[in-house]
């Protein structure tokens, strides 16, 4: 079943997934320096925050509307 609304939401889950793991990979590569440390794990704590509200947002409509995409 095609729904434009579980795209959508799919499609911003995709990129908040894919944000959290640029900043997870910034974050490793950062190790030991405290400052730019501490701003890349607040920066990785939002986007993985971002990222789980996508998902929930998505299981949501599919729960509500009954949808389910491929993707
Ligand atoms: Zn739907």
Do not use: W
Not at 7 to 14: Q, V
Not at 30 to 53: D, I, P, Q, W
Request: hydrophobic share 35%.
């Amino acid at each position: 079943m095609e729904c434009a609304t579980a795209n959508i939401l799919s499609d911003a889950y995709f990129i908040a997934t894919a944000d959290y793991f640029e900043a997870v990979d910034r974050l490793c590569r950062l190790v030991g320096s405290s400052e730019e440390f501490k701003t890349a794990r607040t920066y990785t704590n939002e986007m993985h925050a971002n990222c789980r509200t996508a998902r929930s947002a998505l299981e949501k409509h599919r729960a509500d509307h009954g949808c389910f995409t491929a993707s």
